[in-house]
């Protein structure tokens, strides 16, 4: 036989990290388009096991399915949406009311069941509890409706029919709102204080303070126009094909507002990155940002993940 060298083990190890690669992009989006709720009935038997089986698991049915509702609840009020008819229908539903992380809306429920645990044999905690929450739930809904009056009158003065307005609570205080207005292929945005224009805060160089400053109050008329595939004639043919290529197929179902962040094009290749205007906040990178990307002499797309700032990115 005739000696032919070959590094396999370097080969293994190539194609062991493309390999791990195509696995983190594709799980991360399954992730974040699947629901990931157990059912009812499985959380209670869970529980029972771990009772060592001294308790029915039907006893544990009734407190799974109210945690489930609560979840469920939750999901539905927050931008991020909740497919209600999965696995039938991957269609999203939302009441956008609260932010994700909303550190008021989290004091009241812990606050909750702090005072709940302290004096278990008394129901006034938690009934003051809910009915706080749910007052700060109508507060919610009030402002929304406020973010969307703001909206309409956008739309009028600048007279675009067949508009679509979302409004998107947003970090750092309950008044801090983001309108979209889709027309077209623009997004029409604006990121509003609904506060008084004297209770607002003055800029300063610390993080959260910056970004609170870039919601400004209605008056300000603070809005800019954003086109979903750039505005360089040139990038928008590459990022029409690149988004609408079947591979990108995953992102496309995940996204509600998605607009190009950039092209990046280099001797290796050229790539198309997006990301959804739900995840982008003032001063910091947009979260959940995908691309394709080709080779150059390749006619094949495939789809890649940017790291963002926060850990779930």
């Known amino acids: 036989m005739s000696g032919v060298s070959c590094d396999c083990n370097q080969d293994r190890q190539s194609s062991f990290g493309v390999t791990w690669r195509i696995l983190k992009v594709v799980n991360k989006i399954y992730y974040l388009n699947k629901p990931r709720d157990l059912f009812s009935g499985s959380l209670a038997w869970l529980a029972s096991r771990f009772a060592h089986k001294r308790y029915a698991w039907q006893l544990f049915y009734r407190p799974a399915c109210l945690g489930l509702a609560i979840h469920i609840a939750g999901d539905l009020i927050t931008s991020y949406g909740l497919m209600l008819f999965a696995p039938f229908s991957t269609e999203r539903f ?69 508009a679509h307005i979302s409004v998107l609570p947003q970090p750092l205080s309950p008044f801090h709102w983001k309108i979209i207005i889709r027309h077209d292929d623009n ?45 360089d004639p040139a990038e928008m043919m590459l990022a029409r094909e690149a988004w609408l290529h079947p591979v ?31 995840f982008k906040f003032p001063e910091l990178p947009p979260s ?21 700032l926060f850990y779930i990115d």
């Open 187 to 231: 997004y029409h945005l604006a990121n509003v204080n609904l506060l008084p224009p004297d209770h607002q805060q003055q800029q300063t160089t610390w993080l959260f303070t910056t970004m609170a400053a870039a919601y400004r109050p209605v008056v300000e008329n603070n809005w800019q126009i954003q086109q979903q595939f750039g505005g």
């Open 94 to 162: 939302s009441l956008p009311l609260v932010f994700v992380i909303d550190p008021w809306f989290s004091f009241i429920i812990i606050a909750g069941l702090i005072a709940s645990w302290r004096y278990p044999q008394q129901r006034i905690p938690a009934i003051a509890a809910l009915i706080v929450l749910c007052s700060y739930t109508i507060l919610l809904a009030v402002l929304r409706q406020q973010a969307i009056t703001a909206a309409n009158q956008y739309i009028y003065t600048h007279t675009m029919p067949q």
């Open 288 to 308: 959940f940002r995908y691309g394709v990307c080709r080779q150059h002499g390749h006619t094949g797309w495939e789809m890649s993940r940017r790291r963002g």
């Open 248 to 278: 990108f197929a995953p992102f496309r179902a995940f996204a509600q507002f998605p607009v190009l962040e950039r092209i990046d094009i280099s001797e290796q290749g050229q790539c198309a990155w997006f990301y959804d205007l739900r």
